[in-house]
């Protein structure tokens, strides 16, 4: 029973790490074309989330337990985490040698930071599901299966993913009034999900404001999908609007988040339950 | 105006006595014609160009836009001529907003009272607090994008949209801006970084001297002239005005040349707004037994101390491919020799910004230092290399430099404008300055082969002067001549003083003063 | 001299999103625009045929221009620029008498009619124009140094860098709406502009001595 419930939200967990290796991979492919890959590095993320999503997305959809993580397994996540924070490393960089430095307009425009960042945590969290589905109780130090830890560690994706698109969102002016939703309610199933690694007791809430944190991811793309239809030409000038509008694959990552936070849930709860 | 065959209702007066009748619909009577109609008035604003849609007239081709130009016939004299057409002066509903470059910039508050405190120049009868309101209005309305923080000047509001990314040439000035230890800043520009209602943002085609295909540039064609028509304003185009009227010391109406025929519209105010050239010419060319030297022209001042701005530039070649055809020129900018009077041996202000020549502009650059056959098709092949850096320059008011009637008629059989213009020291001594100065900027970020093109200039500003003493001005601070009290000058030609800014933002927010002003003296019966 | 452009065509964009229907149509006319007929006499036309083949010539391996039939065009309408200075005449005017003046330049000096002389007689006569060395009583009051710098060299340069020819030997990326561009900082275009050539680059490449 117990055992079953762990799988459950290793799946779930799996499925939120694969949406974010998704969102990462599609983002970063967009992006780093805008930046015609002028450096070799720049392919690296787009193999590394490609290989997380394969496992990450495998795990998510089986129904069987699994034995011990495989090494090849184990090898894609550290890839993923050390190829986010290399480009997390690589892009205040960037940042730091433009015209104004660390300025508002670089951060506007320049090489973004929560992109990468959003690679770290599909890696830890991909390695966080395959533990917990082969039955680990930690993952080096960390223990995984109250719960509280993963719920913490997702609560501050959330609140990383919403600093984003506060930043990009005041970029576009907040010029459509729906421009604020992913900067109010993540933001509040962030703080909800915190409050639970904090506490382990399931509100309510928090379940509550994750489901429409990850309804919103969904809805976002479509919005996005209307922005880039806003811009001169429509999608008929896709080559340049995929470019210059909304990032249609950004918003699948707070879905992705927001699902893995679900699945921690679901760890805490059985402790409260039993 | 924003889709394709889209057509908005306007309202016909018919030539009945109309509260106001504006002529000319650019930044000045543009702006005023919106927000005269929004207080209630009935107007009708002619110009003599054309209703534009930008969606389907335009072209992306700067000689097919050349019908955004005033092209009619000028004379130009004087110890340096200056270049019209293109370069300042628009025909078309929206004025010259239509072609302008956005650039959206507030007066440093000295400029008001330069004489008082710069001793230079001429007061303005305003104070710049009130101002400060008056640009706010503007800039809402246009939706300038702009950075979050400006570096010079008093505190101001942040704009309403955010800046937009700098292109090569505008990385290039920030970084000499850098090198040197100048402030640099993007340019708070009226052209939108996000959608705004259902115009699209900036696509940076770099088209913007040749009108905006997409409506992401914010002119008065498409931002206080739909809310103009939607008060009930006409907007009436292609409507050549050639004489205000006049009877018993006051305005009566306009006679205008439309569909073949000479009209005339009756009017309880008129309003002048054609720009710092045919205001004059208008007001000259009204003439009669009792006004002979022309409307509200008792001082004498109209036509005179006629200003352009300092528009000289620096450029060179790099190593780097720049391509500064691409997104609106002038993305970035300094105004520190603006706003730091120290190490000058002249008076007033300028700034830099990027340029971003097309094609037969910089043909016309590259060949004017004389430069032709092979050797000119050789260095346009390096144009994917040029950069530069282009200054706008505050021009002191001379009451030699002028506009005035030539004997020569136009194809109405208007006496046309005679433009006299001539630089003194104090512009001479300001050029060396600047041009050593992009020199050096351009120098400390590699540019190699540079050469100083000393010659051009930009905007026009003067020749109906306001000022405090009808003696030695031709209108009051609320833009009202003095001698005829229904008669109204609004745009760049009530200037006392140039500023080293673009004027755009300044004759807008000008226009809304005086909308403000004249709805308070009609609900005190003063009109 | 090599054309750093050589791949690059910029008519080929033109049934992409960055030719407008407004501008297709532009520029079609632009390049079926044919010499308007009894506009300047014989000699006058060809004395201009060879001003446009002097001072703007065409770039090698790419189509012939039409800037001579813009010119003649913009003589014909006796269109202005909305400005000129009180001691030239207007458009059609001002050319006619600096055609008939240059002819009877080359004739005073070569014994030969203009577009009958050699091009270095040519050049050697348009330098003279340029800097006002000029004999020809034909000139009259009309001063051979404004009509090269207010009234020749703009009009040809500006009709001679409106051809897609020079476009595409310049680099530059032509029309560009609906679809503008997005990769606006140095070293970066988007892949419908033009490509440098990588031997002219180097070429070019004079100083690299800031960072990047």
Known sequence: MSGDITHRAAQWIAGGATLVAGSVLSDSAIEHYRGSFANKAMFLPLGASALSIVHDGNLAARGARTGAVGSWTSGTHAASVGVGAAGLGFHVYNIAKQPGGFSLGNFFYQAPIGAPAALVFAGALGAAAHALSSGASALGPVPLQSGRALAGFTALGLAGTAGEAALLHFRGAYHNPAMWLPVTIPPMAALALARTALTGRVHWVTTASLAATAALGLLGTAFHAYGVSRNMGGWKNWRQNLLAGPPVAAPPAFAGVAIAGLGALLLIRRFSRG | MFTHDGWVPMRDYGEDAVDFVIVGTGAGGGTLACKLAEAGFSVIAMDAGAYWRPLEDFASDEQEQTKLYWTDDRIVDGDDPIHLGANNSGKAVGGSTVHYMMVSLRFRPEWFNSRTKLGYGADWPLEWREMWRYYREAEEALCISGPVRYPWGPQRPRYPYRAHPLNAPARYLARGAEKLGIAWSETPIATLSAPRGKAHPCVYRGFCASGCTTNAKQSVLNTWLPRALAAGAEIRDLAMAGRVETKNGRATGVHYFRNGQWRFQCARNVVVAGYAIETPRLLLNSSSSEFPDGLANSSGMVGKNLMVHLNQSVFGYSGDEIRSYKAPPSLALTEHWNYEDRGKDYHGGWCYMAPGPLPADWARTVSAKGKWGAGLLEEMSRYNHAVGLKMVGEVLPYERNRVSLSEQTDRYGLPIARVTFGFGDNERAMRTHALDFMDRALDAVGVTERWRNEEETAHLMGTARMGEDPATSVVNADCRSWDIPNLWVCDGSVFPTSGGVNPSLTIQALACRTGDRIAELAARGEL | ?212
């Open chain 3, 1 to 212: 001299m090599a054309d750093p452009f050589s791949a690059y065509d910029v008519l080929a964009k033109r049934d992409t999103p960055s030719w407008n229907e407004r501008t297709r149509d532009v520029i079609d006319k632009r390049l079926a625009l044919a010499i308007a007929e009894n506009v300047l006499g014989d000699t006058q036309l060809a004395t201009l045929r060879v001003i446009v083949a002097r001072v703007c010539p065409d770039p090698p391996d790419r189509p012939a221009t039409n800037t001579l039939a813009m010119i003649v065009r913009k003589i014909a309408e006796d269109e202005g620029d909305g400005y000129r200075p009180h001691t030239l005449p207007r458009t059609a005017e001002c050319w006619r008498r600096g055609l008939d003046a240059i002819e009877d330049e080359a004739r005073l000096r070569f014994n030969c009619g203009f577009a009958s002389i050699e091009p270095d007689q040519a050049d050697e006569i348009l330098y003279a124009v340029e800097s006002g060395k000029m004999c020809s009583e034909l000139w009259g009051n009309l001063s051979p140094e404004l009509f090269w710098k207010w009234r020749l060299l703009p009009d040809l340069v500006s009709s001679h860098w409106a051809q897609p020819s020079l476009w595409s030997a310049m680099g530059f990326g032509g029309p560009a709406s609906p679809r503008g561009y997005v990769r606006l900082t140095e070293n970066r275009h988007d892949p419908w502009e033009a490509s440098e050539d990588a031997a002219t680059n180097s070429s070019h490449a004079l100083s690299q001595d800031h960072e990047e």
